[in-house]
């Protein structure tokens, strides 16, 4: 089975379809529970082989807006250290530098060694994890935490994340 690609919102997903029409695109929803309802009934469904969610994220370091990172460790943010599950990507691609992230319920959480924060990620690896189907995770830089949202650069991040996952798939 070909890929299924999922996106957040299809606000982020628009340029990748306008430039890949043939592509399996799917939106998730926004947060931990819209991916986790999303993925669940794919794999329930339809049963991919594999699924690549893709979107923006905030740095918390100096990572350039714009670039594209591949998450190969998600944890969700604010849970007490003996409830902080790390969940690991199982398909990666070598084009892209490997980061660890937060999954996050709201903006600005404390990094506790993520290198990004998004909202979705936790969710997908999990249950790949659960059924062992192959996922993978990539982010293109949109803000640094804690930046209003007027310095955010989505256009900037959507059209450069498209352009990478095109060259993928």
Known sequence: MQSVLLFPTAMEAAPLRALRPDLDIRVCGVGVVETARTVARLLHDEQPSRIVLCGIA????????????????????????????EYRATLRFEAFTEVRANTVSRVNSPAEGA?????????????????????????????????????????????????????IF
């Not at 905030?58 to 599950?85: C, S």
């Not at 909202?119 to 293109?140: D, T, Y």
Request: aromatic share 6%; proline share 5%.
């Open 58 to 85: 905030g740095a918390y370091d100096a990572t350039p807006l714009g670039a594209i990172v591949q998450v190969g460790v998600e944890r969700m943010a604010g849970l007490p250290t003996q409830y902080a599950t």
């Open 115 to 167: 290198t990004i924060e998004n909202m979705e990620g936790a969710a997908l690896f999990a249950l790949c994890e659960e059924w062992g189907v192959e996922c993978a995770e990539i982010r293109a830089i949109s803000n640094r935490v804690g930046a209003p949202r007027e310095e955010w650069n989505i256009p900037l991040a959507t059209h450069a994340l498209a352009e990478a996952v095109a060259k």
